[in-house]
């Protein structure tokens, strides 16, 4: 059973989704009082006052401020580093990571400890869209912009997980911090930096199914960002693999 909750939320110019998404996170915390949880919003160096909307909506919602920490990069910098602001904060004894959209519900969490996939071992957990359980309702250019990003981390990296690029993952803490500390990638390519660092310290990755949806407002750029994945495999691929045969 998870006793304590930091749920870990990278955002950059969320200013459109940001109150709907932090109604759903109040919703959360109140069903689940059981679990003791904050919730840790990490500004990426957003231009829109996406901050200074959360602030207002956090008066208008009444949120308890000990439960919601706004933490802030100067300049915007990418997912990973955000995310890893986020770890090197957090104070429970499990994170969860997620992305502003909340495409996969909170409540997902609660489902998988219903189901027993939750274990104290070597293990960490990152929400599939490949699995038969999922319940994805996704786009088609995502679906093929997937299997070419899955194919290159295999080709270069030999990752052979489904699916490493939905947002939604579960540490224990101490899991967490290290692999975080150690994390050297800013970008898209952050999630296949963690597969590779969770292989060397001999933690197991846990494929988990989720209930995902396309939400509008994606940032997600067809043109460009299937060239940032590919030269940010390319980098991992020469720091882990090339440098060291």
Same mark, same amino acid.
């Given at each position: 059973?998870?006793?304590?909750?930091?749920?870990?939320?990278?955002?950059?110019?969320?200013?459109?989704?940001?109150?709907?998404?932090?109604?759903?996170?109040?919703?959360?915390?109140?069903?689940? !009082?059981?679990?003791?949880?904050?919730?840790? $919003?990490?500004? %990426?160096?957003?231009?829109? &006052?996406?901050?200074?909307?959360?602030?207002?909506? #956090?008066? +208008?919602?009444?949120?308890?401020?000990?439960? #919601?920490?706004? $933490?802030?990069?100067?300049?915007? @910098?990418?997912?990973? +580093?955000?995310? @890893?602001?986020?770890?090197?904060?957090?104070? &429970?004894?499990?994170?969860?990571?997620?992305?502003?959209?909340?495409?996969?519900?909170?409540? @997902?969490?609660? @489902?998988?400890?219903?189901?027993?996939?939750?274990?104290?071992?070597?293990?960490?957990?990152?929400?599939? !869209?490949?699995?038969? %359980?999922?319940?994805?309702?996704?786009?088609?250019?995502? +679906?093929?912009?997937?299997?070419?990003?899955?194919?290159?981390?295999?080709?270069?990296?030999?990752?052979?997980?489904?699916?490493?690029?939905?947002?939604?993952?579960?540490?224990?803490?101490?899991?967490?911090?290290?692999?975080?500390?150690?994390?050297?990638?800013?970008?898209?390519?952050? %999630?296949?930096?963690?597969?590779?660092?969770?292989?060397?310290?001999?933690?197991?990755?846990?494929? $988990?199914?989720?209930?995902?949806?396309? !939400?509008?407002?994606?940032?997600?750029?067809?043109?460009? %960002?299937?060239?940032?994945?590919?030269?940010?495999?390319?980098?991992?691929?020469?720091?882990?693999?090339?440098?060291? !045969?």
């Amino acid at each position: 059973m998870i006793k304590s909750l930091s749920i870990i939320i990278p955002f950059f110019n969320e200013k459109e989704r940001v109150k709907s998404s932090l109604i759903e996170i109040k919703k959360f915390i109140k069903k689940n !009082r059981k679990i003791k949880i904050e919730v840790l $919003l990490v500004d %990426d160096g957003s231009t829109d &006052n996406t901050k200074e909307k959360i602030l207002s909506i #956090f008066k +208008k919602l009444k949120v308890n401020k000990k439960s #919601f920490r706004i $933490l802030s990069l100067p300049r915007n @910098q990418g997912k990973g +580093k955000s995310l @890893q602001k986020g770890v090197s904060k957090m104070k &429970n004894d499990w994170a969860l990571t997620t992305d502003m959209d909340l495409s996969v519900p909170l409540e @997902q969490l609660i @489902q998988w400890l219903k189901r027993d996939f939750i274990h104290n071992k070597n293990e960490i957990y990152f929400g599939s !869209r490949e699995l038969e %359980d999922s319940i994805v309702k996704t786009k088609t250019y995502r +679906k093929i912009l997937g299997i070419f990003f899955r194919f290159l981390s295999n080709l270069f990296l030999s990752i052979d997980l489904r699916d490493t690029q939905c947002g939604f993952k579960l540490y224990r803490k101490k899991y967490a911090k290290y692999i975080f500390s150690k994390m050297k990638s800013e970008r898209f390519e952050h %999630d296949l930096e963690i597969v590779l660092l969770a292989k060397k310290l001999n933690y197991e990755v846990i494929e $988990l199914p989720v209930e995902w949806e396309h !939400r509008s407002g994606s940032k997600l750029n067809i043109l460009v %960002d299937p060239w940032k994945m590919f030269f940010g495999i390319l980098k991992l691929w020469y720091k882990n693999v090339l440098t060291k !045969r």
